[in-house]
């Protein structure tokens, strides 16, 4: 026994020991000289590098490890129109391909890049291959390069839905759906083995909003007229990247040793060429953007919307109470709410909105829409001051559903049988492990309708429309950003920035205040704890989750909060 607690101990020494060297290493780090930027480098953006509206602060292992963690969108576009104005950054130059982020965000990249290119300072691409969303950054370069036999397509954006109807069936598992709104589609994959024709009908006229849009910021970048570009899409589509250089959607074919020598030109050193990382970049900017005491703070709901607490996500309970703090602290004059989130739970939706009209009572409160902000992420914006949405931004959809899984032939193929012992008739209504009888069905669908009508005079007041209005654009109808301003579900087009400076407008702060980000007092050994008990490995796996996996695990998610919810029918990703 001596001897196992002598292991014991001498394993907890041990761990102890490597924390507390690990911790050394990092302040160590974290005190090194302050970064030296020569005059005239390159900012370099590997857009591949993840990007987030909340971003991630590395945990311990991630920083032992030299793991890449998601950047904050509003850091990386403020570090971009600071290089506009700072006399070392000579120019910028972007590599990689984008992967995990929206329309939307890359459309605020966009144009803080355009901040760099104001300034009168060369920005220079080159990427392997090129596909939608690598375009959109190619065509602002005032010099884009690709490698031999690499692929130029711009040939339209494509949305594919899994249907699971029939694989359901064949294994034993019924789903039981209600919902109000013909166009509240999130149900569909597992009720039909095909697009309806009304689901059919929004997503192309979504898809061709957003792409319309990318295509229009393109020919305006590229100097082209959106007819022309049109017609080369038309005639190309997918082409290799010699037949895009000859039709003047690129400035050369490159090897990469030849592009380091034309970067040598543009940025000489004494090595190589003169350049700093936006990682480095971000890191050698001062922290505060000036002094003044008129503060504007933004809160990030960014994820699926879920009851309780919680750091991932948008945990209804943890949401509301960051406005409730925020609307009890004297110190803060205006509220932004970043919304990037495909709904979830009414319940903890309505949570939020509640503490939105607290807060909107005595401080002015403005949405920020990012990627999606659509059903219970449109739920928790719809009574703020003003609402600020991409053209490309997805929103609407407006509707309820709920979706309730019926294991027992599964189970019974299997030999495993379930008996319930209740003490009354609805007792075990959210069993996954018996069909629900028509009474449960219709108490459901009571819920459903209720929350539906509900969500109705929400929208209606918040955004002073006619209820009826309302419901003749509601029904679970997705809509891009720029239809949403069309029928007025939001005011105008802009990005974190921009919905901030109308905050302390309203506020009257004028342009004399400056924006508070979550988490920006916290100290380091705060964050190092908290990065302790962090569960990133699980994280990481749900990344790599396969369709069967994400359809499983939608079961207890879906059954949950009386099995009813607010969330968008589907995700578009961009490639």
Request: overall charge negative; proline content about 4%; aromatic content about 8%.
């Amino acid at each position: 026994m001596k001897k196992f607690l002598g292991r014991v101990f001498a394993s907890a020494a041990g761990l102890i020991l490597l924390l507390c060297v690990s911790l050394l290493a990092l302040v160590a780090a974290s005190s090194e000289a302050p970064l030296k930027i020569e005059d005239g480098s390159l900012l370099v953006v590997d857009l591949s590098a993840p990007v987030s509206d909340r971003g991630t602060e590395p945990g311990i292992m991630d920083r032992i490890q030299g793991s890449q963690t998601p950047l904050q969108l509003h850091q990386v576009t403020s570090a971009l129109k600071h290089a506009a104005d700072d006399k070392r950054i000579g120019g910028i130059f972007m590599h990689g391909s984008p992967t995990g982020i929206g329309w939307a965000s890359i459309r605020e990249m966009r144009e803080a890049i355009q901040a760099i290119k104001d300034a009168g300072k060369p920005v220079l691409s080159w990427f392997p291959s090129l596909t939608e969303s690598t375009v959109a950054f190619a065509s602002m370069s005032d010099s884009s390069w690709s490698a031999p036999f690499g692929s130029f397509t711009l040939d339209g954006l494509s949305a594919e839905v899994m249907y699971y109807k029939d694989f359901l069936e064949k294994i034993g598992v019924e789903i039981q759906v209600t919902r109000v709104g013909k166009y509240k589609s999130a149900v569909e994959p597992f009720m039909l083995d095909r697009m309806s024709q009304a689901n059919r009908e929004q997503m192309e006229l979504l898809i061709g909003d957003v792409f319309e849009v990318s295509v229009e910021d393109s020919a305006e970048s590229f100097g082209l007229s959106l007819q022309d570009l049109r017609a080369k899409i038309t005639n190309y589509g997918a082409m290799r990247t010699e037949e895009a250089a000859e039709a003047g959607l690129l400035d050369g074919i490159l090897y990469w040793d030849e592009v380091l020598e034309k970067l040598e030109v543009v940025a000489p050193a004494k090595e190589g060429f003169a350049q700093v990382s936006l990682q480095e970049y971000l890191n050698d900017l001062p922290e505060d953007e000036g002094e003044s005491e008129n503060i504007v703070a933004v809160v990030f709901a960014e994820g699926e919307i879920y009851d309780g607490s919680g750091a991932d996500g948008v945990a209804g309970d943890s949401v509301a109470q960051e406005l409730r703090d925020l609307r009890l602290d004297e110190e803060i004059d205006a509220v932004v709410l970043r919304v990037n989130s495909p709904g979830g739970s009414a319940t903890a939706s309505e949570t939020i909105l509640r503490e939105m009209e607290l807060l909107k009572a005595e401080k002015p409160v403005v949405v920020s829409m990012g990627d999606v902000a659509a059903s219970g992420g449109y739920w928790i914006s719809c009574k703020a001051n003003k609402i600020f949405v991409q053209p490309n931004t997805i929103t609407g959809s407006i509707g309820v559903f709920g979706m309730l899984p019926n294991c027992k032939e599964l189970l019974g193929e299997v030999g495993i049988q379930v008996e319930t012992v209740r003490t009354g008739p609805f007792a075990d209504m959210q069993s996954l492990y018996r069909p629900k009888t028509k009474g449960e069905l219709d108490v459901i669908q009571s819920f459903v309708d209720d929350i539906y009508e509900g969500f109705l005079d929400r929208v209606a007041e918040g955004r002073k429309m006619e209820r009826d209005r309302v419901h003749e654009i509601a029904q679970g109808r997705v809509w891009s950003g720029k239809k949403a301003i069309e029928l007025g579900l939001a005011d105008s087009f802009g990005g974190l920035q921009e919905a901030a400076s109308a905050a302390a407008e309203l506020a009257d702060l004028g342009d004399n205040f400056k924006l508070q980000l979550p988490g920006e007092d916290s100290e380091f050994f705060d964050s190092f704890l908290a990065s302790l008990l962090e569960d990133s490995d699980s994280e990481k796996l749900t990344k790599i989750a396969t369709p069967l996996t994400t359809l499983f695990d939608s079961f207890p998610r879906f059954s949950a909060s009386n099995g009813v919810y607010a969330r968008i029918p589907w995700e578009i990703k961009v490639r």
